[in-house]
């Protein structure tokens, strides 16, 4: 029993790592429609622009904020520049669209901070959380922004005019368009969120995984996962399926015989297709109806 | 947090295609066909080992072409039925000696239950949520291929070695040629009778279903089986590659069939232009020979280039080869005219 309680701590605190991501995916989701696969890498380019900071001799939290500032500008330059254009394009062009800009930024961070493994400081410090030898201070001050994220951006969603505007562009555009809303800019507002949200995921994550071009590689992979497993219109489901992958991930790889690290991934993974052919939309997705 | 209310009247998530745009015309098929023929006559060795996985890319992303193009499901599981026919071919010819040949049906055959059966869960899910499902069949397939139990068949991580067929009947052709013949012989076999598949009544309601599901079957077209069927297809056609490709590279390790197999896969769909079978070969030929093309730019950068590459031809040509297709046979027809 101790066994089962401790790997499923252990399971939250790699579980805020996915859900920090998740987070991410679904913001961009709910903005444009589809998966940015290209997210992680862009959390990863933040990361690396807070890391170049730091060296130069900015403290923790300015640099903090000029990234998500700088990640928010350039998300939106991103939409604008790349995928704006391709609007009008089919969907699967532009998911080759994100495949190209995954390259693109994996390719140049390599070129100018290279591929070597770096630290990168916790704002949190990483003693035993209340004297728990599974979850370390960091983690637990990601779980508690994590958390704080979500409370915020449901009030922004719910609660502001922008983004009553932002989700009534994602709805129903012409609607949307009919009111005054500028969708195409909310979409680019979107963009920049998601940019920053993921800024603050590849912050968090950084001490965990530690710095270098490929370090999100797995966390988006467990992150989509995260997000689909909530469900894509949720981002408490998000969240939720966030803490839920990480918890899978670690009871698979101690009670399942033989599976050890190798096997976790495809496990944790069918474990989710399972749960997806029981309720097709996710855990908290809105079952979207069709009309003919 | 159910703030974000979803009404949706969605068009289809692929533009329909006219029927007749599938195809080549006749003029172009033979003109395309003689290129095929002649160009390893005037290259070296190497190029034509390139043309060969042209070919074989060409037919996994004709297969995935009927799958997403055809009956509207999107697969990011590709690499995993080319692996398996991959294998299937490799561990047929080793341990069983059979011939090359003959393990080429049984690899397209036990792909096709494979992806039949796959269909089955996949009947439920749509769009991202399949991409993802298919996503785990990817990322599974190459630890279930390095699985301690199955090493003495498969190698485990090591992988196997595949003996190089030579020209039958003494030909007087080398290896590498032989072999480009023999792939382009079994890639038009299998590019007509996807053409024909998609031009009969199961293409047409695999179409239907592509275009609008509920309207398929209340039309009464058997959606589920339509569905699973295209995924069988699909998954037969990209075996067969698989095992051409085992026997072309004459090798086969797990780490060959990763995701990054199934994305480019997916990439030269796209280049090619979803739903248009004959840009298959345009797309395998882009991801076979720009990352090449990337390399020899820029050697640190050659991912960026890549990517730039790929931008620009989206940028030009969102809809692919078929867009570039349409435009030519709108000037000739102009010309003709004239």
Same mark, same amino acid.
């Given at each position: 029993?101790?066994?089962?309680?401790?790997?499923?701590?252990?399971?939250?605190?790699?579980?805020? /790592?996915?859900?920090?991501?998740?987070?991410?995916?679904?913001?961009?989701?709910?903005? /444009?429609?589809?998966?940015?696969?290209?997210?992680?890498?862009?959390?990863?380019?933040?990361?690396?622009?807070? =890391?170049?900071?730091?060296?130069?001799?900015?403290?923790? =939290?300015?640099?903090?904020?000029?990234?998500? /500032?700088?990640?928010?500008?350039?998300?939106?330059?991103?939409?604008?520049?790349?995928?704006?254009?391709?609007?009008?394009?089919?969907?699967?062009?532009?998911?080759?669209?994100?495949?190209?800009?995954?390259?693109?930024?994996?390719?140049?961070?390599?070129?100018? =901070?290279?591929?070597?493994?770096?630290?990168?400081?916790?704002?949190?410090?990483?003693?035993?959380?209340?004297?728990?030898?599974?979850?370390?201070?960091?983690?637990?001050?990601?779980?508690?922004?994590?958390?704080?994220?979500?409370?915020?951006?449901?009030?922004?969603?719910?609660?502001?005019?922008?983004?009553?505007?932002?989700?009534?562009?994602?709805?129903?555009?012409?609607?949307?368009?009919?009111?005054?809303?500028?969708?195409?800019?909310?979409?680019?507002?979107? =963009?920049?969120?998601?940019?920053?949200?993921?800024?603050?995921?590849?912050?968090?994550?950084?001490?965990?995984?530690?710095?270098?071009?490929?370090?999100?590689?797995?966390?988006?992979?467990?992150?989509?996962?995260?997000?689909?497993?909530?469900?894509?219109?949720?981002?408490?489901?998000?969240?939720?399926?966030?803490?839920?992958?990480?918890?899978?991930?670690?009871?698979?790889?101690?009670?399942?015989?033989?599976?050890?690290?190798?096997?976790?991934?495809? /496990?944790?993974?069918?474990?989710?297709?399972?749960?997806?052919?029981?309720?097709?939309?996710?855990?908290?997705?809105?079952?979207?109806?069709?009309?003919? | 947090?159910?703030?974000?209310?979803?009404?949706?009247?969605?068009?289809?998530?692929?533009?329909?295609?006219?029927?007749?745009?599938?195809?080549?015309?006749?003029?172009?098929s033979a003109v395309v066909l003689l290129l095929l023929l002649v160009m390893p006559l005037f290259v070296k060795n190497f190029v034509i080992f390139q043309l060969t996985t042209v070919l074989i890319y060409g037919l996994?992303?004709?297969?995935?072409?009927?799958?997403?193009?055809?009956?509207?499901?999107?697969?990011?599981?590709?690499?995993?039925?080319?692996?398996?026919g991959a294998?299937?071919s490799a561990?047929l010819m080793e341990?069983a000696g059979m011939n090359y040949a003959l393990t080429l049906p049984i690899s397209g055959?036990?792909?096709?239950?494979?992806?039949?059966?796959?269909?089955?869960?996949?009947?439920?899910?749509?769009?991202?949520?399949?991409?993802?499902?298919?996503?785990?069949?990817?990322?599974?397939?190459?630890?279930?291929?390095?699985?301690?139990?199955?090493?003495?068949?498969?190698?485990?991580?090591?992988?196997l070695v595949v003996t190089k067929p030579d020209a039958p009947f003494g030909l007087p052709l080398s290896q590498d040629t032989w072999l480009y013949y023999f792939t382009l012989a079994i890639a038009i076999a299998i590019y007509i009778?996807?053409?024909?598949?998609?031009?009969?009544?199961?293409?047409?309601?695999?179409?239907?279903?592509?275009?609008?599901?509920?309207?398929?079957?209340?039309?009464?077209?058997?959606?589920?089986?339509?569905?699973?069927?295209?995924?069988?297809?699909?998954?037969?056609?990209?075996?067969v590659a698989g095992g051409l490709g085992a026997i072309v590279v004459q090798f086969v390790?797990?780490?060959?069939?990763?995701?990054?197999?199934?994305?480019?896969?997916?990439?030269?769909?796209?280049?090619?232009?979803?739903?248009?079978?004959?840009?298959?070969i345009?797309?395998a030929a882009?991801?076979v020979f720009?990352?090449n093309?990337?390399?020899?730019?820029?050697?640190?950068?050659?991912?960026?280039?890549?990517?730039?590459?790929?931008?620009?031809?989206?940028?030009?040509?969102?809809?692919?080869?078929?867009?570039?297709?349409?435009?030519?046979?709108?000037?000739?027809?102009?010309?003709?005219?004239?």
């Open positions: 029993m101790e066994l089962l309680t401790n790997q499923i701590l252990a399971g939250i605190a790699t579980g805020a /790592i996915y859900a920090c991501m998740a987070l991410a995916v679904v913001m961009i989701y709910q903005a /444009i429609d589809h998966l940015n696969f290209a997210q992680g890498e862009m959390a990863m380019f933040s990361t690396f622009m807070a =890391w170049q900071m730091m060296q130069w001799g900015v403290p923790y =939290w300015a640099a903090f904020v000029l990234t998500l /500032i700088l990640s928010f500008i350039g998300g939106i330059a991103i939409e604008r520049l790349l995928f704006k254009p391709l609007a009008k394009a089919p969907i699967l062009t532009n998911v080759a669209g994100f495949i190209a800009l995954f390259a693109i930024v994996n390719s140049v961070a390599g070129l100018i =901070w290279d591929f070597t493994i770096k630290q990168f400081p916790s704002p949190f410090g990483s003693a035993p959380f209340l004297g728990s030898q599974l979850i370390s201070t960091h983690q637990a001050g990601m779980i508690g922004v994590t958390i704080g994220l979500l409370v915020l951006l449901f009030l922004f969603f719910r609660f502001t005019r922008i983004g009553l505007a932002m989700r009534a562009a994602a709805t129903l555009p012409e609607s949307a368009r009919l009111v005054g809303i500028n969708t195409s800019w909310m979409i680019a507002l979107g =963009w920049g969120m998601a940019s920053a949200i993921g800024a603050i995921a590849g912050l968090l994550i950084a001490p965990v995984v530690f710095l270098e071009p490929n370090m999100m590689g797995g966390v988006l992979i467990y992150g989509f996962a995260a997000a689909v497993l909530g469900g894509l219109s949720s981002p408490l489901g998000a969240v939720v399926g966030g803490f839920l992958v990480g918890i899978f991930e670690n009871l698979v790889g101690t009670y399942i015989p033989g599976a050890g690290n190798e096997l976790k991934l495809p /496990i944790a993974l069918a474990l989710i297709v399972i749960v997806l052919v029981v309720k097709p939309s996710g855990l908290f997705g809105h079952t979207v109806i069709k009309r003919v | 947090m159910s703030a974000i209310q979803e009404t949706v009247t969605d068009a289809p998530a692929i533009d329909a295609v006219p029927k007749r745009a599938m195809t080549l015309g006749a003029g172009t996994a992303v004709l297969a995935l072409n009927i799958l997403t193009g055809g009956s509207g499901q999107f697969s990011l599981g590709q690499s995993a039925f080319y692996a398996l294998y299937i561990v341990h055959i036990i792909c096709f239950a494979f992806g039949f059966l796959f269909g089955l869960p996949a009947l439920r899910l749509s769009g991202i949520y399949l991409a993802l499902a298919t996503f785990a069949l990817a990322v599974a397939m190459p630890q279930f291929l390095k699985l301690g139990a199955l090493e003495e068949w498969t190698g485990g991580v090591q992988g009778a996807s053409i024909n598949l998609l031009r009969s009544r199961s293409g047409r309601a695999m179409m239907a279903i592509r275009d609008n599901e509920i309207a398929a079957s209340a039309m009464g077209i058997n959606v589920a089986l339509y569905k699973t069927l295209a995924f069988g297809v699909s998954a037969g056609i990209t075996g390790a797990p780490d060959s069939y990763t995701i990054q197999l199934a994305i480019a896969l997916f990439l030269g769909m796209v280049v090619g232009g979803v739903g248009w079978l004959p840009g298959s345009v797309g882009f991801i720009v990352p093309i990337a390399e020899s730019i820029s050697k640190g950068l050659s991912g960026a280039v890549f990517g730039v590459l790929l931008f620009v031809v989206i940028f030009l040509v969102p809809h692919g080869a078929r867009q570039v297709a349409l435009v030519c046979q709108h000037w000739i027809g102009k010309l003709k005219r004239s």
